[in-house]
Each structure stands twice: as C-alpha cells, then as structure tokens.
C-alpha cells in the first residue's frame, strides 16, 4: 500500500447493486476508490484503457476488481479470462461478485482464475457483513505485490 | 397493499428455486416410487419454508405459496408425492395452529386433491401442459382457496379477502404458470434423455446382434467375452471360447501373427485392425477372420486386456481366389484372341500383348514387350499418336484411331485401335487393317487418275445435258479449242458455238442417238471462236446416265483437227513431188500386194527388162528367181508382223540373167488399201566381194577353231562373239549372248577391271595370272575352277578405235596345282619345324642367324629376333669358336657336318649341343642342334670313374684270378689269347693255347649256338665283337670241353682300348648257366603268357610285397587307381588327398586299407567295396575290391596279391535307381505303368494307399477296372490316343477298395523302350481340391446372398488414375441393394461411374482418405457429414486389394439430427438455469437488501434516501414481472400452438404497427412499408408478435438519430422469400452481432427489456424452418434485420395437417 487510496473497479451491470457495494465499502471505512463499469466491454475498455479510457491518468490501473458475472455485451468469465491472460494484469486480485451460486458457475469462475468468489446474499445484513469481512480481507490485512 | 404482494412475491420467489431442486431429484430418481416420495418430501418442505416465512396477517392467519407447491406437486408427481407432500404440510400447519388453522387444512387438501385431478385429467392422457392450463390450475386452486377464507373466523375472512384476495388472484395463479413451465421443461428435457437412452440401448441390442464378433481377452489372450456372433459364425457355445485362450481356435501357422498383432496393439496403445487370420469352425473346417482391437486400461493406465471385433472375411478371401482364376481366365483370353490386344502404360511402354502381335509386326513379343510404341510409329502419325495418348490420359476412350507400325521388315502395317484408359494403363484391342487402307488407297488413286485424266486429257471433254444442250463441265482443253477460258464455257449451250452450218447435222445426230438408234457418234464439225475464226474438230459422242432419275447427258469429246486438215493438204501438194522421186528413184520400187503389182517406178522396168505394163500384169512373186520365190510367203508373215524388212534376194530378168538384189520392204496404204513397198538395189558387186571375204573368214574360222589356246572374240561391250574349241574346253561352255566380260564380277574381284579399260583403247593386255570359276557367274557352266593366264589386244575398226577385243587364255591350272601342292608341303614342314624339339636355325656363310625356329631360342636362350642379330661365334665360348670353324668348313665343302661343342646361352651359362650342318646353298647353311648338356654332363662323370678304374687295374687282376667267372682275353687284332683265368679254364676246358687265332677262336675251344650242331658264328662271338670295339653279351654259347662234357655260357664281351681310343684288346667273362637257362626257359613261358594276360585283364592287379612295396601291377590298376607306375612304386610322391574311402563316403583309415588288412590278418577277403578320391578326378571311382594272401614254404605271408574291379557305372546306377525307387514310391501321387492291353505292370506305394488295395492285389487289376469311366472296350482306342498325343491329362474318377469314388486328376504320358510301350499314368487324388471347390462356389453364394442382403450400404470402388498416375477419382465397381436405401442413388446404374459423376462434385468426395486405404493404409471408419447427400454416414473403408477400396456405410442422419436436438435442448436448458440463478435472483437481493436500507432509513430519519431506495425496489419488482412475462411468452413458442390460418403480411403488419403505435409516434419514428401480397398460413399471434417485436426492437434502441425511420420489406420470392425490418437506429457493433438472438442477452443495460425480444423472434422462426440474420455495418449505421419463413409459405397438405409445428 503506498498509501494512495486503494482503487475498486467494481463491474455490476445492476445499478441497484452498484449502490449496495458502493454503500457498504463506504460504510466499512476502509480507505479505497470505487469506480463502477455496468458492463463487460466497458470493464475491458478501462482495463485495457481503451475506448472511453485511454487516458490512463485519469483511469488508473485498479488494485483489485470486483466482477458480477452475468453481464452484458461481454460475460463476465470472459472478462476475467482475458484480464487474467494479459500478464499486465493478470496480479491484480478479481473478486467474483455475484448473485449465483450454481456450482457450475463458481466452478468455471476459479478455472478461468478468479481470486475469490463471493455470493451476493439476500439480505442487507448479510450482505454488510460480508462487505465488511471483504473490507477486513482484502483490503487491510492482504498484501499485494505493488 | 406493495408490502402484500412483496411479501407473496418473496415467498413464492422462494418456491421457484426450490422448483429447479425438484428437476434434480428428477434426474437423479432411482426408482419411481421412491422419485415420488422425494419429490413429496420436497414439495412438503417447500411448503413448510413457505410457511416459516409467511405472510402473516394476523396471529395464527398466515399465507404462503403452499397451495402452489401442492397443486402444482399433485399435478406433476401424482399421489404418492402430494400424498407426502400434504400430509408434512398439513403437519406443519398443524403445529403452527392460529386462526388460519382450519383454511390452511383445507387450502392444503384443495390444492392437493386440485393438482391431484389435473393430473388425472391430463397428464396421464398425454396432454402437454400449457401456460394457460397451469394458469386454469392455479386460478381454480387459489379461487377454492379465497372462498375457503369464509371458513375463517366472521370478520377476519373478509379483512383477508379483502387484503389478500386480488394479489392471491393476480399473483399466484402466475406463479402456478411459472414453476409448472419450468417443471414441465424439466419433463421434457427428461424425456430427451430419455429417449437417448433408449437409443443407446437399442444400439447395443444391434452390436450384440451384430453378424461380427464382439469379444475381450486378458492380456494372456484368455476370451472373457465373445458376443453370440461367434456361436453364428463358428458354431462353438459361447460357455466353450469364454475362459479359454484365444491360441487353440486359430490355425497353427496364424498364431504368431496374432500374438504380434496383440502385442502391437499393447505397443501403441491403439487400435489396430486388418489382421486376418484363420479360425477352425466346430465342424473344423476353416474360416477367416480379420479383427480389429483396442487395449482397455484401468485407472492406473495398465492394460487389462484388449476389446476386439472380428468379421468373418472367408467368402472375400475366395472371392479375392475367385478373381484371380477369372484373372487367369481373361488371361488365356487374351493369348488366344485373334484380335490384335494389348496394354500399355501411360508413357507409352508395351506391358502386354496377345501372339497376334508376332503376326501382324514380326518381332517375337520379347521384342515388343517393354519398348516403347511409339518407336514403331510411323513418323507421320506421331503427331496424331501423341494427341491420342493424351486423350487416353484424360481417361478417355479412343474407339477408332489408326496409325502405322513398323513391321521387323522394315515396311509399315496400318493398325485400327480401340483403346480404354483404366486408370494408368491403357486396354487396347486394334486391328490390321493394311489391307483395308491399301484398297483405300487404290480408290482414292483411281479417282484422282479419273479426275487427272479428266483435266489432263489430251483431247477435251465436256459434259452436256442432252436436252437443254447446256454444258456441264469441259476440261480445259476443251476449253482452249473452244477460243474460251473454262469459267466462260460454263452453261453455255453448244449450239452457240457451233458453225452455223454444222448445227443441223449435230442436231439430227442427237436427235438419233437420243432415240436410241445409235449408241453415239462421231462427226466431223467446226466450233466458232469468239473472234469469229472457225476450227474444225473431230468430236466423237456417248450418252452418259450419272444417275438413274438425272436428266439424260451425253460426253463430248472433241479434238482439234484444224491442223490436221491443213496438214491434209500439204501432203495433197507434196504427193505429188514424191511421185516425181518415187519414178525417179535410184532404186527399183515395186509397190503390191500379195496377188498382183500396183505400181512399179521406170528404174524397176528398166533393171528387169519389161515394159510397165509387162510388169503390172505380173504376180509379185514372178520377179523372184524360183530358188527366191519360195521364200515369199515366209517373208510376207515376217513383213506383216515387224511392218518392214531388209533382206536379200536374186532377181530374174526377163532374159533369165539373175540380179543380186536388196530389198527393202515396208507396209503402206496405197490408195486406201494395206500394200508393200519394196525398195530394190542391185547388188551384184557387193555379193562378189562378199564371196571373197567370207572365203577368208572361213579360212581364220578354221585358224581360230583349232588353236590350241582358248581364244575369245567380244564386240566393244565386251559381249563375246566368237569363241574357239580350246575356249571351250577351257570354261566347259559358252558365254550367253548378254554376258559381257567387262561387267564379269569375278574377273572384278580379282582387281582387275582397270585392266578392260586398257583394252577398250586398244592396248595390249597382258593379265596377271587369276583364278577363275565361271560356274560361280553362270549357273550353266560346270563347276571347274581353273588357272588361266590371258592376254588381250583389239583389233581397230575404221575409225581407229578397237571394234574387236580379242582375248587369248592358257591354262595354267596344272601348274598352280602344283605350286600350292609345294607350298602347302612347304607349309607342313616349317609347322614342324617351329614345333621340332630340335633347334633349327638357317644362316649364311659368315654365321649370321637368317631364320630361327622356337626351339632353337629356348636352347640359346635368346628371343627369335635377338638371335637374328647376331651370329654363330657370338653364341659360343672362346674355345668353341674353332670347332665351329670346322664345322662350318666340313659343311662347306662336303654338304655335311655334324660335331658337338660348347655354345653360350643368353644368361652366359655354358651348354653343349649337338650340331647336324646342311648345306642348302652356297650361301646359305641349315643347322639343326639338339643340347646335350645334360648327356655330355654325365659322359663327362663316366669318364672320370674309368680313370679311376684303371688306377685300380691292378686290384683287378689280382681279383681275378679268384672270381668264380672265366675272364678271358684276346689281343686285337690278331685275336691271340692274352689272358685266361682259372675258371675260364675250367669252364673252356682249356687254358691259353698256342696258334689260336681269331679265325678259328670258335673252333679251338669248340663253341657251338645253344641247341645246334653249328659253330658259334664268329662275328656273333662276344669276344670277337670286342675286337670290333663292341661290347656283347649272349646267353646262348655252348662249349664242348675236351672230356666231352657241354656247358652253357652266358658270354660278356667288351673291347679293350688304350688312352688314344684304340682296341687293343678284348675281353669275355662268362659264367656256367647251363641249370639256370634250363629252369629260365620253363619260366619264361609261363611268364610271358601270364603278363599279357594280366596285362590285358579289365580288372587291376596289384601285387605288394611283405614291405607292403608293390612288387607288381598291371596298366588297369594304374588307370584305376589312377596312379602312375612310378607313384605306386613309391618312386615320385603321391597327393597326400589321394586316399580310399569305405563304402559310405567316409575315408577309409590306413589300418584298413586291403594290402594292410591282408598283412594284418594273414587272411584274404572278397568284394569288398571300396572308393577312391583322386583329387584330379571330379567323381570318385568305386570298386570292388578281392584281396588274398601268398604264402611261403613256412606259412609266412610273404606277398598280398589285391585286385580292383571297376563298379562306378554300376554303383552310380544303383544309386540313381535307388533314388528314383525311392521317389515314387513316396510321391504324393500315385503312379501306374499300364501295358497297351491295360494291364497295371507296376504301381507305386501311394497308388496303393490311395485305393485301399495291396500291390499284388492291384497288380491283378486292369486300369478299366479302377477307372469310373473308362470301359475295357475304349482302352484300345484310348491307348492309341495317348500314343499319338503322348502325354494327355484329364480328370476321371477312380474306385476304391471299399467302393467309395474318388475324384482324380490323370497325367498319362506314353513311353516307349526298345520294342516295348507303356502308358506311365500319374494320378492325383483331388478330392480336396473339388471340395475346395465346391466350398468356393456355395460360399461365393453366401456371400452374394449376403453382400445382396446386407443392411448396410456396401460399395466397392477402384482408383482412377492420370497418365502421370495421380489418382484423380475413383469408380464404382460394384453396390448392393441397400447402397439405395443409404445414399438414395440409383444402385443399378451406379457401378461404372466416377466418384466426381456420381455425387456431382468437383472433387471426389473423401478422396485423399479413400485413397490411403486403397493404396495399403489401415482400413478405418469415421461418420461424417456429406455435403452432397445432405446426410450424416458412418463409413468404414477397407480395401480388399491394392487400388481398391470398398465402403461399409450407413446413413446415420435420423440420428445425428436427434443428437443435434438434444444438444439444443440441453444448452437451452443450461441458460434457463443460469437465467434462474442470476436474473431471477438478482432483483431479489435489491428488494430485500433495498428493504434493509428502508428500515435503516426509518430509523435513522433519512427520508431523502427513503424514496431513492424504493425506487430501486420497484425497479427491482418491475424487472422481474416483465422477466416473468417474457419466460412465459417464450416458452410458448412452439408450445402453445393456435389453429392455423391465412394471413397476409400487409395484416401482420399492420397489427404489429399498431401495437407499437404509442412508441412509434412518441419517438416520431417515419415507417416505410412496401410490400406485395404475402399469405401466410400459421399461427397468427406468433406471426404478428415476430413483426411487433422487430419493430419495437428497432424503435428501442434507434439511438439519437434525429429523423428516424424503420422500413418493412421483402425481397425475393416462393420459399426463399426474405423479410427484412431495416431502421437507421444505433445499429449493433459487430463484435456483439451473434450474441442478440441469445435468451437473457441484452446488450444495453439502460433500456427496458430483458433481453428476450429477440430470442422469442428467433424461435419463432426457426418455427418455421427459417433464418434469421442481421446486417450492420456498427454503432450509429442502422441496422437491418433479415429473415425467412419457408413453412409458413408452403401451403402443404403436410403444413396444414401437422400445423406450424415441425
């Protein structure tokens, strides 16, 4: 940690959602940046700075990204293969962020490398207290090679 | 109100999911009572969740989705499960207890006993389960349940009613629909598998039915498993092959290869196929087999055993036999054709022909076999050839080509050919037809001549229509006589051009001619040239029929004859000079006939005598003399036949004087009559001088005649003239007239023909002499060669040059005879000299060497022409050199020499030789030296020990006086006794006597010859001849002594001489034999009569002493033993390879050789056999060898005697014998030798065997007897057949012992020994054969049986192939009828065709695989998809011989499109429940979390984010209706199906406009519709909502374009009619183009749909067979939807029975 505020990608193409994390990580007073994408090319083209990102400034690379899965134009397995596949970033830790728990999709999430799988549960405070452990995991005890 | 349905929106949310547990169950269920009883342990649960989180009204008064679970688990899962289901809801309702108590009991059993009876009323009839059913179902559960609310207590039923009872009705009957569709998918996708499974299962039912083997082994080989085929195909019980190894089914010599193969496959671990291999059937015959094998592998990886199937391939194996025959077959064909057949490769190589070929070309088939054709080919034809042979590579036939060949004779024969490419080798049949073309020819020349002579006569011809009178066609002469070109005499009429004055005449003629009168005519007319000037022609005219309805023509012919007519009168005007010459003439002319005078000129009268008149009135005849007028005839048929003639004759005057005369006498015309001329000239004069000339020849006739040499006279050409008797007599005959001497070949060949050109100028010639044999020339000539020496001149005529060649030839054969006689002596004599042991050399008087002969060179040691260099001295020593002179001297003078002396040879060595000098000339000297070296060497040593001898002369005398010989001494030459020792008096009887002289030697000591009363000649006595310088010695000399007693004398006489060589001396020593001469005598007659007969023994007689030395043997034990005297003797060493050897081929040790055995023993033996190797000799000798013992007076054995007796001959004979015994009687076939009377003289150990008879029970037997079809009545004839034939071979059958046939093959070959003859019959049992056989034929009909019969397609191809021999293709060469069935293409007409014909393609369908198994790759199979059948196959190929391949296929389409179904299914399945996980849940977990924030809200007063966290839980709440809705409508494509009907598109879209209508005009989006008149028949609302949605589609996302606008068209018509929606809205970027018609899929997470529009647009038309794609060139382009809908087109009977639903 260098002491910047960390950076989220946070990819959800539900904006009611996108509201639901982007309270809790506010609520768990960790340090960070949130930056929302609502869909699968748009989390590519930030990623790869391209399209409406090129200016990689202002677009700075994302210490961890926190991927739904069902999205549109591109799936999110498919952005997870192609982030992992690039070498560039293929360290920054993907968290899966979904609302399915169906064993096929989790079990495609870890083969295509996804660091972590997280279900989105039914209830706000689950759901807070998972955002808080996630908080607690990810962002102040794990240790990152940048 | 929003909390109510949220909370019942919660609940039965919650039901949904636990739905999809359900489907699980259902896949996993293993047992459908227990799958029941799960399902109602679930559905129970699911109720009982529902109501721990129910909504609660009030205490005890709770409503949850239980009603749902329960109607909805009755409905699908029957009693059973609703049963549990009810019964744990009931119970759990039970303990909650409340107010609601009662209601829930009664909700629970409505619902159960509703769903219950529903699937009653339509499961369990098949009914497929709607939406609007499901939504009936809950509608009647949930109206049952809210009239169940007035069972609550009084007040309470309302307040719910009026709280719950619209949600209830809106809500749950929905809910209903939604989890009873996706229960009802899950059931259908069950039944998929279902039916999948039921596939699989069938399909192992067909393997097991399969007619190959299915089987497993261990790795040991050891059966596990073999499927019943096995019982099918070798009749084993299937408990007989499980548990036993594979190894004792098959034959001995295959199992190796299998235990190979098993192990290959365990090596690569992969399948490997092809093996064949033989299996022996129950019955034991045998079958073949191919297999194919996998290792099977546990977990670890090792093999566990092999999984293999096999096919019984014996039927193909005899096919593939049965082929070869017919190979055979058409191979017999084509030797005997008598059509000219061959193959040929591609480069244009011969690789077969027929004999015909010998025929037609002449060269032997070795010769053409392997050349190339087109060496032969006529280089005119090349051209054509070549083009024919690329025409041939492209694989097509050439039927009627011709071209020329070379015959080996050098001429060209014409060869018509028919030729069928079959892949790289060309089939062709061709023909001679030389003789064809030749008649062509002939045709073809005889038109042109026709057309040549047409154009080219002479006269002119023209063609003329009889009637019309228009010319037809002239020639140009015809032309040119005309004044006309030929284009100008083109129909023009030939009155036109006729003098007028000609025409009618002409005219008349024709007219006659037309009338038939006359055939033709002729007639003189004139023709008008242009110019106006006339010609005359002849013209002659002949009707002419060109064809038989043709309008009659007639030919003119015409020739000029204006020249002639003028010629006509320059004759009229010269006639007359000529009669003025004619009575002018020098010559008497008589002109007449046969009968009488017609004219006589003046000159003729005069000479004669008579007046004109007088003359006129005379016979021709009358002027003759008579001696000449008896000539007249002859001379008048001569005249007649030459047309003139010269001869002589005498005229008589009219006063009886005679005139010579030569007359000239020609035919003419006089007058218009055949008449002769005669010319006639005195030749008075010139008679006389003749007379005197031929006087003088007569003379030099008779000179010439009678020379005694030949002479021979020739004219200029050399043509001989004349030739004398002694020519004659020479040559043996003459010349012909038309031999001409200069041409002679022979007299040519001698080099001589420069020598006639000398001769033709006139030289004298003198011919060397030359050897001639006219036979050589002439025939006619005898057959003498001679000698001849000739000299030639000429004799000149006139002119100076020669006119006369005379040749003048002398016999010089004799001579030459005699020469080459000498030569040829001359010739024997120096071959001896050059091979005479003797040096010969010849030199000249001063010594050099002129001639050397070889052995003269190898005694000097010099090289023939090193001796020729040099001299005599050179060859010799200084000391020689005078001796030399001598001799050469001696020679000189007398003629003679011979002396002896030293010479050098080469390597300085000094030899002697012995010279024998002859003169031979003055100047030349023959020397002929022999070397002596040698001999001289050992004079030389004699010499020396003589010396020696006299030193010791005086131990000598001493010695003699003692030595028990008379020695007795004479002085020479007086003859006076000198010396006599003791026992010579004794022996004489006498000492020295006085006066003995050697006159009366004899007398004085009373010598007598042995055995007679004379005296011992004197000259004979020893003693005498010792004087003479002779040394003696007889054995004959009898002496009286003076007492009377005789003695026999054998008598030593030796001359005495001194240093200088002079006999000074002789001397006798004698002994007494008189005893010994006695037994001698006896002895050697009995000797000499036993060495020459031992001599001449034909056996070998050795005869070894006690040292094993042999003593004695005789010329045939030398030859034998091959031994030379000296080797046997142990005088010159032997081979050490020479030994003897036992009579089994061993070496025979030393120990045992005869002569040691005889020794060793002491005893003899007799014929024992014994082999000697000669290592010079290729064969051993073998013989028999006798060997005794002699003995002395003691018993000692003191010699052996052994004798050989040659026995190789007979030896090698008993061994071939032996052999051939041997051979025939273990031949495989029997043998009989059979008498011409038929009976069996000798048969062979088989013969015996194969009948079951004893040989002396045969041998009994006639061969009738044995033969089914032979009676003794043919045997006569058959015999007389096989003796004419002699060998004939046929089948015939022969009876056994027991009576049984068996079918036989006989080779009977006649022979003959001597006088004797014999049928040698050899006979092949060929039972096995015939069986083989008939085994080939019934199973080849098994096999068509079967290959007819089989249920897969089956097709045999062969290759096809390029000139360059590229395969290109392959052609069917045979199906069987399910090749129809599979592939749906004609089976009859199918073999024949190529692959690219047949399935109309470019390229052969699967070439480059076929091709790999036909070329010997492994056999495989694969399934695939074939584009141009539009169907799926398995095929397996195989190739059953090199070139060809045969595919086992069958159509596996049916299949394939069920797999394909299933997949969809499955994948659609797959997105249904990750719809279900994520969609569906997610709106979830907004409202509930949303709903978390809203009581944190409350709590913590923020009323500002109260209404923004609502609106995300009606967002939420939103979404998931119109998610639902959406589901609901897509799962009724294809579900729900409304009765078909016609619609127009123009309809269709107009409704669909209208229900976007709001949309279109909110957006003000311009609509553009053109479109024709469409009737569709389908379903209507489907139809309307496939447009509505596209439209809506387009106007949702048509961006910000500022004039929007949507067009709605068709393009194309029928079937392929393609609809297209086109908008100019935000357009789709191209990446996510294929992802729109996904469900679920939603590119824009903004706008409002679910992303089902276009998925629902996409089945709808797939519904109807159609397509459906987009075009869009990316974001901000519009976009343009396109799509097909054929079924709902084609107004079918099938479309309208079955409906939209395919």
Known sequence: MTGEPFLILLVEDDPAHAEIVRRNLEDSRVANRLVHVSDGQEALDYLFHQGAYTDSEKFPRPGMVLLDLRLPKVDGLEVLKRAKADPSLSSIPIVILTTSATESDMARAYECQANSYLVKPVDLANFTAMMEAFGFYWLAWNKYPY | ?1702
């Open chain 2, 1 to 1702: 109100m929003v909390a109510t349905i949220l909370e019942l929106t919660y609940n039965l949310a919650l039901l949904v999911a636990l739905s999809v547990l359900s489907g699980f169950i259902r896949q996993r269920r293993s047992h459908p009572a227990w799958g029941a009883i799960l399902q109602g342990l679930l559905f129970g649960g699911a109720a009982v969740i529902g109501m721990m989180k129910p909504l609660v009204l009030g205490p005890g008064l709770i409503f949850d989705g239980r009603s749902v679970m329960l109607s909805l688990c009755g409905l699908f899962f029957g009693p059973v499960a609703v049963g549990v289901a009810g019964v744990i809801a009931l119970l759990y309702r039970t303990l909650l207890g409340g107010t609601g108590f009662h209601m829930g009991g009664l909700v629970i059993a409505s619902s159960a006993l509703l769903g219950l009876g529903f699937h009653h009323l339509w499961l369990r009839r098949g009914q497929s389960l709607t939406a609007g059913r499901l939504w009936r179902l809950g509608l009647l559960v949930h109206v049952v349940m809210i009239l169940l609310m007035f069972t609550l207590p009084a007040g309470t039923g309302l307040v719910v009613i009026k709280r719950l009872g619209l949600p209830i009705l809106l809500a749950y009957p929905l809910v209903t629909v939604l989890i009873g569709k996706v229960l009802a998918s899950q059931e259908a996708g069950m039944r998929s598998v279902a039916a999948l499974k039921e596939s699989e299962a069938k399909h192992r039912l067909l393997i097991e039915n399969s007619h190959d083997i299915i089987y497993t082994l261990t790795p040991e080989g050891v059966f596990t498993f073999v499927s019943p085929a096995w019982t099918a195909l070798l009749g084993h019980p299937i408990n007989q092959v499980v548990g036993q190894p594979f190894e004792p089914f098959l034959h001995r010599d295959d199992v190796a290869l299998c235990q190979a193969w098993l192990q290959k496959v365990i090596e690569t671990g992969e399948r490997q196929e092809g093996v064949e291999y033989r299996v022996q059937h129950l019955d034991g015959s045998w079958r073949w087999h191919t297999s194919s094998a996998v290792p099977t592998r546990n977990e670890k990886g090792s093999v566990t055993g092999f999984e293999g199937t096999a096919r019984d391939i014996t039927e193909r194996k005899a096919a593939e036999e049965a082929l070869h025959e017919k190979n055979a077959e058409l191979e017999r064909y084509f030797s005997s054709s008598l059509d000219l057949l061959c193959i040929a490769d591609a480069g244009g190589h011969f690789i077969r022909l027929n004999p015909e070929w010998e025929k037609a070309l002449g060269y032997s088939l070795q010769d053409l076999e392997g050349r190339s054709f087109l060496e032969l080919v006529h280089p005119e034809d090349m051209e054509g050839t070549l083009a024919a042979m690329s025409k041939l590579g492209a694989q097509e036939q050439v039927l009627s080509f011709e071209n020329r060949y070379r015959c080996k004779d050098g001429s060209y024969r014409w060869i018509e050919w028919r030729s069928q490419p079959q892949g790289n080798l060309v089939y062709a049949a061709a023909r001679d037809i030389t003789e064809r073309k030749q008649a062509e020819d002939a045709l073809r020349s005889s038109e042109n001549r026709f057309k040549t002579m047409f154009n080219e006569a002479p006269l002119g011809i023209a063609l003329i229509d009889s009637c019309t009178g228009h010319i037809h066609a002239v020639n140009p002469v015809f032309a040119h006589i005309a004044g006309r070109s030929t284009e100008e005499m083109a129909d023009i009429n030939w009155i036109d051009i006729t003098h007028p004055d000609d025409v009618q005449e002409d005219l008349d003629n024709m007219a006659r001619m037309n009338a038939g009168e006359i055939p033709g005519f002729q007639m003189r007319k004139r023709y008008l040239h242009p110019d106006g000037e006339a010609v005359w022609i002849h013209m002659t005219i002949a009707p002419v029929r060109v064809e038989a309805h043709a309008a009659p023509r007639h030919l003119c012919m015409i020739m000029d004859i204006t020249e002639r007519n003028r010629t006509d009168e320059a004759l009229r005007e010269s006639e007359q000079k000529y009669r003025a010459l004619f009575d002018g003439a020098g010559d008497a002319i008589f002109i007449h006939n046969a009968e009488r005078m017609l004219a006589v000129n003046p000159l003729a009268c005069e000479r004669l005598g008579y007046t004109q008149p007088e003359l006129l009135a005379m016979p021709p005849s009358a002027v003759d003399t008579p001696e000449q007028s008896q000539y007249v005839p002859e001379r008048t048929a001569s005249l007649l036949a030459q047309g003139h003639l010269t001869f002589e004759t005498e005229h008589q005057r009219k006063n009886g004087s005679r005139v010579p005369t030569e007359a000239i006498s020609r035919m003419i015309t006089w007058e218009g009559h055949p008449a002769i001329m005669s010319i006639c000239r005195d030749i008075t004069e010139r008679k006389q001088a003749q007379d005197a000339l031929d006087a003088e020849s007569a003379a030099l006739t008779s000179v010439i005649d009678n020379n005694p040499l030949s002479i021979q006279v020739l004219d200029r050409e050399g043509r001989t003239l004349k030739t004398n008797r002694a020519h004659t007599t020479l040559f043996g005959a003459t010349p012909p007239p038309d031999y001409s001497v200069f041409s002679d070949p022979l007299v040519e060949a001698q080099g001589l023909s420069a020598l006639w050109e000398k001769l033709r100028v006139g030289e004298v010639v003198f011919f060397p002499e030359f050897h001639y044999n006219a036979h050589d020339l002439l025939p006619e000539f005898p057959d003498v060669p001679v000698w001849v020496r000739m000299v030639g001149f000429s004799i000149l005529g006139k002119d100076g040059q020669p006119e006369r060649n005379v040749l003048m030839h002398e016999d010089v054969t004799q001579q030459r005879l005699a020469e080459q006689a000498l030569r040829e002596s001359e010739a024997q004599f120096r071959s001896y000299v050059d091979h005479a042991p003797i040096g010969v050399f010849v030199c000249d008087e001063k010594g050099r060497y002129l001639q050397v002969n070889p052995a003269a060179t190898t005694i000097t040691g010099y090289a023939s022409e090193e001796l020729l260099a040099l001299s005599i001295p050179d060859t010799l020593p200084p000391e020689s050199v005078a001796f030399a002179a001598n001799a050469f001297k001696d020679v000189t003078e007398t003629g003679r020499t011979s002396a002896e002396f030293a010479f050098r040879r080469k390597n300085g060595q000094i030899g002697m030789w012995a010279l024998e000098g002859v003169r031979l000339s003055p100047t030349r000297f023959m020397g002929l030296v022999t070397d002596i070296t040698e001999r001289k060497k050992a004079e030389e040593e004699l010499t020396h020990s003589k010396e020696a001898l006299m030193r010791q002369n005086a131990v000598l005398s001493a010695l003699l006086k003692s030595i028990p010989i008379g020695v007795f001494m004479v002085e020479a030459p007086s003859g006076k006794p000198l010396v006599a020792n003791e026992m010579a008096c004794e022996l004489l009887g006498r000492g020295i006597l006085p006066n003995v002289s050697k006159e009366n030697l004899s007398e004085v000591y009373s010598s007598y010859k042995m055995d007679t009363q004379d005296r011992y000649p004197l000259e004979e006595m020893p003693i005498i001849r010792g004087m003479n310088g002779e040394a003696s010695h007889v054995d004959d000399m009898m002496v009286e002594r003076p007492d009377g007693t005789q003695a026999l004398l054998e008598v030593f006489g030796s001359p005495v001489t001194d240093d200088q060589g002079r006999v000074w001396a002789s001397v006798v020593s004698f002994l007494d034999i008189t005893e010994r001469k006695v037994a001698e005598q006896a002895l050697g007659e009995s000797e000499q009569k036993y060495r020459t007969l031992i001599d001449h023994l034909s056996a070998g007689i050795v005869v070894h002493g006690p040292d094993t030395g042999i003593l004695l043997s005789n010329g045939m034990a030398s030859t034998l033993l091959g031994l030379t005297a000296e080797q046997m003797q142990g005088k010159t060493a032997m081979d050490p390879r020479w030994c003897f050897l036992e009579e089994d081929g061993s070496a025979m040790p030393l120990s045992e050789y005869p002569v040691n055995r005889v020794f060793a023993s002491g005893e003899g033996f007799q014929s024992q056999v014994v082999g000697i190797r000669h290592p010079e000799r290729a064969e051993l000798t073998w013989v028999l060898c006798n060997a005794y013992p002699v003995r002395d007076a003691k018993g000692w054995v003191v010699q052996a005697v052994i004798t050989f007796t040659d026995i190789t001959d007979r030896r090698r004979a008993e061994e071939a014998l032996r052999l051939t015994r041997f051979s025939i009687e273990n031949a495989s076939d029997s043998m009989y030798w059979v008498t011409p009377d038929g009976r069996i003289l000798d048969v062979n150990e088989t013969g015996c065997r194969s009948l079951g008879y004893s040989r002396t029970e045969l041998l009994a037997l006639t061969v009738p007897e044995l033969d089914v079809y032979l009676d003794a009545g043919d045997w006569p004839g058959h015999f007389a057949e096989l003796r004419q034939l002699g060998s004939m071979t046929f089948e015939s059958e022969q009876r056994h012992r027991d009576g049984r046939l068996i079918p036989v093959e006989v080779v009977e070959n006649y022979l003959k020994f001597g006088e004797e003859e014999w049928n040698c019959a050899i006979i092949r049992d060929i039972t096995d054969r015939k069986q083989a056989e008939e085994a080939l034929h019934l199973s080849e009909q098994k096999f068509r049986t079967l290959f007819e019969n089989l249920t897969e397609g089956v097709a045999l191809h062969e290759l096809v192939r390029d000139v360059a021999g590229k395969i290109l293709d392959y052609r069917l060469l045979d199906v069987n009828p399910a090749y129809q069935h599979h592939t749906g293409l004609e089976a009859l007409t199918a073999p024949g065709r190529l692959g690219t014909e047949i399935y109309e393609t470019e390229v052969p369908p699967f070439l480059e695989e076929f091709s790999q198994v036909a070329l010997g790759g492994e056999p495989y199979a694969f399934e695939t998809f074939f584009p141009p059948l539009d169907k799926h196959f398995r095929i397996s190929v195989i190739s059953p011989k090199p070139g060809q391949f045969a595919t086992v296929f069958e159509d596996i389409t049916d299949r394939k499109r069920r797999e394909e179904e299933l997949k969809q299914k499955n994948a659609e399945m797959e997105r249904f429940t990750y719809m279900i996980s994520h969609d569906l849940k997610s709106p979830l977990v907004t409202v509930r979390t949303f709903l978390g924030y809203l009581e944190q809200d409350l709590e913590q007063g923020k009323a500002e984010r109260v209404v923004k966290d609502m609106g995300f839980i009606r967002d939420a709440t939103g979404k998931m209706g119109r998610l639902l809705e959406d589901l609901l409508e897509v799962s009724r494509v294809g579900r729900v199906v409304n009765p078909l009907v016609r619609v127009t598109l123009a309809d269709l879209i107009q409704e669909a406009l209208a229900a976007v209508a709001v949309a279109i005009s909110t957006r003000g989006v311009a609509i553009q519709v053109e479109v024709p008149l469409v009737t569709f028949l389908g379903d209507r609302p489907r139809l309307e909502e496939l447009w509505q949605n596209l439209v809506e589609n387009a106007v949702k996302y048509m961006g910000d374009q500022p004039c929007p606008r949507i067009e709605l068209g068709v393009e194309g018509t029928g079937a392929d009619t393609v609809f297209f929606v086109r908008d100019n809205g935000q357009g789709i970027d191209p990446r996510f183009q294929d992802k729109v018609f996904g469900l679920f899929e939603q590119l824009d997470t903004a706008s409002e749909g679910t992303g089902l529009g276009l998925a629902l647009v996409k089945r709808i038309v797939e519904l109807y067979e159609g397509r459906i794609w987009l075009e869009s060139e990316g974001l901000g382009q519009g976009t343009c939807f396109r799509f097909t809908l054929p079924l709902a087109l084609k107004v079918t009977p099938k479309n309208r029975k079955e409906g939209a639903r395919p």
